[in-house]
């Protein structure tokens, strides 16, 4: 897989590109275009648990969360780009909260993409909180 990752980067996509594509990728159900969009030592960082490092595992880890929940779709609400650092306000439906998709979508989540040289190094699920949001440049109103 790495030759088809390399020869995928010879364009470099802008923070704010490839972290939409992710979420494009994320929302189609293409693993494949994850893997293509994270660099080798990706990160998965998912509020206070441990994050998940590097792209084999985090492959494995969409692979298994496609397969259980292949309607999960994040929808966004708002973006704010900081050089490499994109923060994503949205909602999702369909994820493991089981939740029915009108009162998920109600619960609004930030997510961060630290990008480097068109690739996601990172990818950071954030509690949506004023403080967070003026952490990350994104409005303080929840």
């Given at each position: 897989m790495r030759g088809?990752?390399?020869?995928y980067r010879w364009v470099v996509?802008?923070?704010?590109?490839?972290?939409?594509?992710?979420?494009?990728?994320i929302n189609r159900g293409d693993v494949e275009g994850l893997a293509?969009?994270?660099?080798d030592d990706h990160e998965l960082r998912v509020f206070?648990?441990?994050?998940?490092?590097?792209?084999?595992a985090n492959v494995?880890?969409?692979?298994?969360?496609?397969s259980n929940f292949p309607r999960y779709t994040i929808?966004?609400?708002?973006?704010?780009?900081?050089?490499?650092r994109v923060a994503v306000l949205g909602s999702t439906t369909?994820?493991?909260?089981?939740?029915?998709?009108d009162e998920e979508r109600a619960h609004t989540l930030i997510w961060i993409a630290t990008v480097s040289d068109g690739a996601l190094h990172t990818w950071q699920l954030l509690a949506d909180t004023a403080e967070h949001r003026r952490d990350v440049g994104l409005d303080a109103t929840p």
């Amino acid at each position: 897989m790495r030759g088809v990752v390399d020869s995928y980067r010879w364009v470099v996509l802008r923070a704010v590109d490839a972290a939409l594509q992710f979420v494009d990728c994320i929302n189609r159900g293409d693993v494949e275009g994850l893997a293509l969009l994270m660099s080798d030592d990706h990160e998965l960082r998912v509020f206070d648990e441990p994050p998940l490092r590097g792209r084999a595992a985090n492959v494995d880890a969409w692979h298994g969360y496609v397969s259980n929940f292949p309607r999960y779709t994040i929808y966004v609400h708002r973006i704010a780009e900081d050089g490499d650092r994109v923060a994503v306000l949205g909602s999702t439906t369909g994820s493991h909260l089981g939740l029915p998709d009108d009162e998920e979508r109600a619960h609004t989540l930030i997510w961060i993409a630290t990008v480097s040289d068109g690739a996601l190094h990172t990818w950071q699920l954030l509690a949506d909180t004023a403080e967070h949001r003026r952490d990350v440049g994104l409005d303080a109103t929840p």
